[in-house]
């Protein structure tokens, strides 16, 4: 059986690339593995929340992990902040975690590029804070989407250094994972990139669906093909991606049939579009709504995930701190 681990920065609300990469990705596995979902609030500490931002942003979050599925019974699922051995593994990574690659790192270069006036050791560090979110619980399989896979390979080089610094075979090597297919991108609807919180490009679980309907209707096109079978553009690649996620295979292969037939009329295919993801998106944004307004739930979830998950992670710090030589006298 694999233990399967995943997590979602609390930096807002979870957007369709959240879903279609990581979350959802996990739900359809949780009843087969032994598996972790976590919140990681400690790593949205790099862009300096306010105390009442943390907390809602946590609250919501984990709202709406529920709402999408997520079965706090079978699985455990947990705020990242709730679990100390966490930083403490994170503190022990660091010793064998060096300068060099983790400047070289692309989200830490991307960072450096975007926030100037905030490069902080938090940002520099990230990757052995998710090597620990992973390690701690001797993860193998890490449903993430594609954007999260150097990261997923500095993990691997930190438990591979760990395991031969040591001369131990302690920990395994985890794989970011898809269900059944390659690594996700959903891209966002201004025709390049992905979709992200901070790109102001994304379509949330919880947007009302006239807000879903003005997002889509935005989206970046261009005036369309000229030959038949004509290689699709980003913006219109894009635009197809998303449909391929939400739709159902004969409303895509309808589009792609009056694009190759130079035919398609985008008014059209982003109406439908809007229409699918609303279809999708409407009995998980109800369910948010109902589970936020429960706050008794949202706390007994919170404090089973905490001790279930500390109950893990123990085991492997102590583990892990007899390997390095912490010994009792
Ligand atoms: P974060 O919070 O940026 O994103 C959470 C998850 O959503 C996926 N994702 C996407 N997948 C496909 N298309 C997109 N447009 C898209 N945008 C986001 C991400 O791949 C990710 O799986 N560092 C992580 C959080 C984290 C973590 C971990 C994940 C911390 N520790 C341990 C797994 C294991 C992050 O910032 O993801």
Do not use: W
């Amino acid at each position: 059986m694999d233990i399967v681990l995943s997590g979602i920065r609390s930096t807002g609300k979870l957007h369709l690339g959240n879903y279609f990469g990581a979350l959802g990705n996990f739900v359809r596995m949780q009843h087969e593995n032994k598996c972790f979902f976590f919140i990681a609030d400690y790593h949205s500490l790099t862009t300096h929340p306010t105390p009442e931002d943390l907390h809602g942003s946590v609250k919501q979050v984990l709202a709406e992990y529920l709402a999408c599925g997520l079965d706090p019974e079978v699985a455990t699922l947990y705020i990242q902040s709730d679990v100390p051995q966490i930083p403490e593994l994170y503190l022990l990574l660091n010793m064998n975690a060096y300068k060099g690659e983790l400047e070289r790192c692309t989200s830490f270069k991307e960072k450096v590029r975007k926030q100037p006036n905030n490069i902080n050791a938090g940002l520099l560090t990230y990757p052995t804070l998710m090597a620990a979110d992973i390690l701690i619980h001797k993860a193998t399989k890490v449903p993430v989407g594609k954007d999260q896979e150097q990261h997923l390979e500095m993990t691997r080089t930190f438990a591979n250094r760990f395991n031969r610094m040591y001369k131990v075979d302690y920990f395994p090597e985890p794989v970011a994972f898809n269900f059944g297919e390659d690594l996700i991108k959903i891209p966002g609807l201004d025709g390049s990139g992905k979709m992200g919180k901070s790109e102001g490009n994304a379509i949330y679980l919880s947007d009302a669906p006239e807000t879903i309907r003005k997002k889509v209707m935005k989206a970046v096109t261009d005036s369309g093909p000229t030959q038949p079978n004509q290689p699709k553009p980003e913006a219109i690649q894009n635009l197809f991606t998303i449909m391929k996620a939400v739709s159902s295979p004969d409303t895509v292969q309808y589009f792609e049939d009056k694009y190759n037939a130079c035919e398609i009329r985008y008014g059209d295919m982003k109406k439908q579009l809007a229409e699918d993801i609303i279809t999708f998106t409407t009995p998980i944004r109800q369910r948010i709504e109902a589970i936020l307004a429960d706050n008794d739930k949202l706390q007994r979830v919170a404090r089973m995930g905490a001790e279930k998950a500390r109950e893990s992670a123990s085991k492997t710090i102590s583990d892990v701190r007899h390997i390095i030589g912490f010994r009792e006298f």
